[in-house]
T-cell receptor, first 116, second 113 residues
Framework: GAGVSQTPSNKVTEKGKYVELRCDPI?????LYWYRQSLGQGPEFLIY????????DSGLPNDRFFAVRPEGSVSTLKIQRTERGDSAVYLC??????????????FGPGTRLTVL | DQQVKQNSPSLSVQEGRISILNCDYT??????FLWYKKYPAEGPTFLIS?????DKNEDGRFTVFLNKSAKHLSLHIVPSQPGDSAVYFC????????????FGAGTTVTVRA
């Protein structure tokens, strides 16, 4: 079956612009996660959705970052007034459920965002 | 602050030999540990995990060892194969928010023929 897909694969934008990054999780997966991987670092947690609601957004760096998942499937990460420091690979992952059953998180290939 | 540390950014090993990847953590609340493998232009894929109630978990050529007192874990790959060449990430989670994975910076493994 299809894995997690992310679009676009690459996004180049100018400082101050608005960008949207899309994630299509594996069908039937109720939990969805966004991570950010900066150069030379491991993925860093941003936000977790259980269904349509953001259950934990404690990893979002500031209020320029926002994510939605209106129908409990596709999610969009939105970044306003982009800054050069936002340049990174944004990874999306999904799992069947979240919780102590340690459901495996399946990752997409990521969107490489470059802010000039 | 990095709570999961992989201090070796790279490792080169001969095909057929053992690869040993190390990972240290500082958060004593971590109780579940995972290793992910990542090829270029792909997302990380789950490799193997271990709960804090165990000190060893084995799956085929991959074995993870956990030393809770030292807050240290390691991944052993034996024998190493060319297809094992990838970036390996150590990750951990707490019981209170077990969906949130904290990752190390990764170790790039190159298996030489």
């Amino acid at each position: 079956g299809a894995g997690v897909s992310q679009t676009p694969s690459n996004k180049v934008t100018e400082k101050g612009k608005y960008v949207e990054l899309r994630c299509d999780p594996i069908s039937g997966h109720t939990a969805l996660y966004w991570y950010r991987q900066s150069l030379g670092q491991g993925p860093e947690f941003l936000i977790y959705f259980q269904g349509t609601g953001a259950a934990d957004d404690s990893g979002l760096p500031n209020d320029r970052f926002f994510a939605v998942r209106p129908e409990g499937s596709v999610s969009t990460l939105k970044i306003q007034r982009t800054e050069r420091g936002d340049s990174a690979v944004y990874l999306c992952a999904s799992s069947l459920i979240a919780g102590r059953t340690y459901n495996e998180q399946f990752f997409g290939p990521g969107t490489r965002l470059t802010v000039l | 602050d990095q709570q999961v540390k992989q201090n070796s950014p790279s490792l080169s090993v001969q095909e057929g030999r053992i690869s040993i990847l190390n990972c240290d953590y500082t958060n004593s609340m971590f109780d579940y540990f995972l290793w992910y493998k990542k090829y270029p232009a792909e997302g990380p894929t789950f490799l193997i995990s271990i709960s804090s109630i165990k000190d060893k978990n084995e799956d085929g050529r991959f074995t993870v060892f956990l030393n809770k007192s030292a807050k240290h874990l390691s991944l052993h790959i034996v024998p190493s194969q060319p297809g094992d060449s990838a970036v390996y990430f150590c990750a951990a989670s707490e019981v209170s928010n077990d969906y949130k994975l904290s990752f190390g910076a990764g170790t790039t493994v190159t298996v030489r023929a």
